[in-house]
């Protein structure tokens, strides 16, 4: 069964490691290629990676050396024991015990993204809502994702459901009172992006 008790989906002392094991895969290596070269532009801002798993993300902006600080949260104990093993030479990544619901930085950022995490969430429209709090102004969420429509063989019959599709994301996005406000697709992958607004304060944590 799978653990939700934090909001997100937890992996445990056996699936995380496999999970990260996954990461070295051609088509995994490819998403992380995606994700980072799109982020790029982004820099120098605070960005927050939710969900970060083993860490890849953050490792591969810190190395670009573009960014004043990448925070990232998990909510499983053993993903964050990997993360900090793949970033630990960098002096910029703040990694912390934390979901799409729980975000444990009192701070507001440029930037907030998902990288194949947003499938995880167990109430993406609330998550979405808490996570605008954290948005300085200007700010964008941008969830990255394989595409559910573009998901070729054996990907499309192995792992259904770790992918999305744009029309749910855009309707899940509406119903949170937000606005889709981009969307790339590459092959197989996505990212959309999410504009909130921009006067909420943080939340107590």
């Given amino acids: 069964m799978n653990d939700y008790s934090d909001g997100d989906e937890r992996f445990g002392y056996v699936t995380a490691p496999l999970y990260s094991l996954l990461t070295l895969i051609p088509q995994m290596s490819g998403f992380y290629d995606f994700v980072c070269r799109d982020l790029h532009g982004v820099g120098p801002r605070d960005i927050l990676d939710v969900g970060t798993g083993p860490g890849t993300v953050p490792a591969r902006l810190a190395a670009s ?28 990544v703040h990694l912390a015990a934390g979901s799409s619901t729980r975000i444990p930085f009192r701070r507001k950022f440029g930037l907030i993204f ?92």
């Fill in 65 to 92: 050396g573009m960014f004043e600080g990448i925070y990232a949260v998990d909510p499983s104990k053993q993903m964050l024991w990997i993360a900090s093993l793949e970033t630990r030479k960098f002096g910029n």
């Fill in 114 to 205: 998902s990288a194949l995490s947003f499938h995880h969430w167990a109430k993406q429209e609330e998550s979405l809502r808490y996570l605008s709090h954290f948005l300085a102004r200007n700010g964008e969420i941008r969830i990255y994702e394989f595409n559910s429509r573009r998901l070729g063989l054996p990907y499309k019959v192995a792992v259904p459901s770790h992918s999305v599709d744009k029309a749910d994301v855009y309707e899940i996005v509406k119903r949170a009172g937000m606005t889709p406000a981009s969307c790339i697709e590459k092959g197989q992958f996505i990212r959309i992006g999410v504009s909130a607004r921009h006067d909420a304060k943080v939340q107590s944590l």
